[in-house]
């Protein structure tokens, strides 16, 4: 492997990762980020992170000492008083971001992170479902600077607020969409199999609604990140593949198309490349 | 599968036991960690004053101290991430987890299939190491202490259940028992040691020059330098199932929570445990997670078992610098097509591992291949499906039926797995399929012209 060259990540076809044309007046989109059991998406979400400060992947696209160096010097493209980016999580705590984005070299007044991991069942187990959304919708909109807001693990909101997919979308994921230019969400997947007509049990309503949440996503999103470990399974030199693919939602609006493509990768201690193909 | 020795050892077994670098604040390393200054001070010290790097001590660069002792017995430094790691009581799931021990602030979760209850083993060193640990400063134990168990569970006698230390075979009982008595003070004792030292000194003087040990002082010396380098001593030990834990912890020690109560009530409960023990390390176990027998249907729902698992979580990692959690949890129950409780609940956990103890035929085999050497037969196979930390930044660390484990009285083992020769079937085939050439032209059926 040490002859293959590296590969740097283009999403869309003007070989950008975050297209300008996104984040253009007026314009609201879903990016979808799914992700499996032994493939965790951290290096995306701080690849998308980075994009947004910096204007590019540089850790994905540069050896990470010398990324590392390149950000620390290069000034940020945005408005130093918009937050570039909003990440809320339900599965990890703010240190986590803080510890992975400060190995980046970004400074964390670019960027704010919602812990809704810490005390969040203690603070709204009890209360009613409609209420945490609006409120949880408040939070994260009050700084309406930010152009980029990342939902990681919004599914597990289904289940801690005891609600259905279509509440979740409808009450939550719909009203960021139309306030926040894009809005990235990352779900776990490892139970989504496509189950079919041949499935032999029963799906569990937990099962349903997690599907239709899913399919939900997908519609609505431009571009699909699908992060899976090989078929082969573990390998010395490779992690998974990373998938892009267009979402369900139309794109002929934007003078952009889905750069569609397959993309190795290999993450260790810190640092991931990708690889073609 | 892998086809690797039985006897490779597993991981890098030249695991060095003392961090020479100091870890650096931007690598791995969230901010609230505890570094372990003393490791450091004591590099320093090794290697004669020099300065280690014109970083700042990791310690002062962390805005949030650690509330944990650095010099506690059953702490020390991840040699994969250099985070602190704390001792599982069994030291191949230790090597397994690729920290030589689950490192603070994450969560274990064994899976088991099938009705056997290997995991419950697992369960009980962790929670007896966290007890030993406890109890290393010696009657100071019981009013102070350094390391506190949480038990979540229904079954009020946990802490009568846990496995005391190994204390060797029968023999090094019978020895040490012989050596105790010994030296205990006695008239006969001293009258007995005088005897035999003017009856025996001259022969042992005689075989210890002839092996080159007269000088004791010599050998004392170097294993002195030998535990030196053992740096942390009490960190792991080896448990002996059959024995119990005497004296059994009490409530000073060990914390019963029931898991069945409402939610805020559990959580509540877990958070005043926290607060009340700020110094200590906080080891919480949650034995049989949905088991049948404690736990209501409800909480086969998602709705009831995500909170509980998020709750708990949460707390576990606010207090990420001095908590660590295992839970076992029977997979048998729960199909993962169709159902989505097991990956869920695999979601909300660091790391998982899985036991598949071996269908009958496999230990038949196996019963048949170790016929001269029944202690190498294994149970069952272990699936690894994540790893503290590692799989948490990305990396890929699943692996499936490449480690197989041994239950004995000892220990819990746990050792890469290779299929073993049946030798008694290849010599069978071999004789079937090449009758031995000198009698190959020879036969016993008689042949008429």
């Known amino acids: ?277 | 599968m892998s086809f690797r020795k039985r006897s490779e050892v597993l991981g890098n077994p030249n695991v060095p036991r003392i961090q020479t670098r100091a870890p650096l604040p931007e690598r791995g390393m969230p901010p609230q960690r505890n570094p372990l200054r003393n490791d450091i001070r004591n590099v320093t010290s090794r290697i004669g004053g020099l300065s280690m790097r014109d970083e700042p001590e990791p310690a002062l660069a962390t805005p949030k101290s650690s509330q944990i002792d650095a010099s506690h017995p059953g702490i020390r430094p991840s040699p994969a991430t250099s985070q602190p790691t704390a001792a599982t009581g069994c030291h191949d799931l230790d090597k397994l987890l690729s920290h030589m021990g689950l490192p603070l602030g994450q969560l274990l979760l064994v899976q088991e299939q099938s009705a056997t209850d290997f995991s419950s083993v697992i369960v009980k060193t962790f929670a007896a190491q966290g007890i030993v640990h406890n109890r290393i400063e010696g009657s100071n134990a019981f009013t102070k202490g350094n390391t506190h168990l949480v038990v979540l569970t229904l079954n009020q006698s946990f802490a009568k259940e846990l496995p005391g230390v190994y204390q060797g075979s029968r023999k090094d009982v019978k020895r040490t028992k012989v050596s105790t008595a010994e030296s205990e003070v006695t008239v006969q004792n001293t009258l007995e040691s005088v005897a035999l030292k003017q009856s025996v000194a001259p022969k042992d003087l005689k075989i210890a020059w002839r092996y080159g040990l007269k000088d004791g002082s010599k050998s004392k010396g170097n294993q002195k330098q030998n535990s030196d380098l053992d740096t942390f001593p009490n960190y792991s030990h080896t448990f002996d199932i059959t024995s119990r834990l005497v004296p059994a912890p009490t409530s000073a020690e060990l914390t019963l929570i029931s898991p069945v109560q409402t939610l805020s009530m559990v959580l509540a409960q877990l958070k005043a445990v926290f607060k009340k023990h700020e110094r200590k390390v906080i080891r919480v176990v949650i034995p049989n997670l949905l088991h049948p027998a404690m736990y209501p249907p409800k909480y086969s729902q998602l709705s009831e078992l995500l909170p509980l698992l998020h709750g708990i979580r949460s707390i576990i990692k606010e207090n990420g610098d001095r908590a660590v959690l295992l839970s076992t949890l029977s997979s048998d129950l729960y199909s993962n097509s169709g159902c989505q409780v097991l990956p869920m609940v695999e979601n909300m956990f660091d790391s998982v591992i899985s036991l598949e103890p071996f269908p009958q035929e496999m230990s038949q085999f196996l019963e048949r291949v170790y016929k001269s050497q029944p202690n190498k037969i294994q149970h069952g196979l272990v699936h690894v499906f994540k790893l503290p930390l590692l799989s948490d930044r990305g990396e890929m660390h699943v692996m499936r039926s490449e480690y197989a484990f041994r239950n004995g009285k000892k220990k819990f083992e746990i050792e890469p797995w290779g299929i073993p020769v049946d030798d008694s079937e290849t010599s069978e085939s071999n004789s079937t399929a090449d009758p031995p050439s000198g009698q190959q032209g020879q036969t016993s059926v008689s042949i008429d012209f």
């Open chain 1, 1 to 277: 492997m040490t002859t293959v060259q590296k590969q740097e990540l283009s999403v869309f076809d003007d070989h950008s990762t975050l297209s300008k044309a996104l984040f253009e007046q007026g314009e609201h989109h879903v990016l979808f980020v799914t992700s499996k059991l032994g493939t965790s998406p951290p290096w995306l979400i701080n690849a998308l992170v980075e994009t947004q400060v910096f204007g590019a992947p540089l850790t994905l696209n540069e050896s990470s000492s010398s990324a590392a160096n390149r950000a620390h010097s290069r000034l940020p493209i945005a408005n130093s008083d918009k937050k570039a980016a909003i990440i809320a999580s339900w599965l990890h705590s703010s240190d986590y971001f803080h510890s992975a984005l400060g190995k980046l070299k970004i400074d964390q007044n670019r960027y704010q992170v919602h812990d809704y991991l810490t005390d969040f069942v203690l603070k709204n187990h009890d209360k009613p479902a409609s209420k945490v959304l609006k409120s949880l919708i408040q939070e994260l909109t009050m700084q309406s600077a930010t152009d980029l807001l990342i939902l990681e693990q919004p599914e597990l909101l289904m289940h801690l607020l005891n609600i259905t997919s279509d509440v979740l979308h409808l009450d939550f994921i719909n009203p960021l969409t139309r306030i926040i230019p894009v809005v990235v969400i990352v779900s776990y997947t490892e139970s989504y199999d496509n189950p079919g007509a041949d499935s032999t049990e029963r799906l569990s309503p937990d099962m349903i609604e997690q599907i239709r949440f899913l399919n939900g996503c997908f519609f609505k999103s431009i571009v699909v990140f699908g992060i899976k470990p090989l078929m082969t399974g573990r390998a010395k030199d490779i992690t998974g593949t990373l998938t892009i693919s267009r979402g369900g939602a139309s794109l002929s609006h934007l003078p952009i198309n889905v750069a569609e493509n397959e993309y190795l990768f290999h993450t260790q201690k810190d640092a991931t490349k990708l690889f073609y193909r």
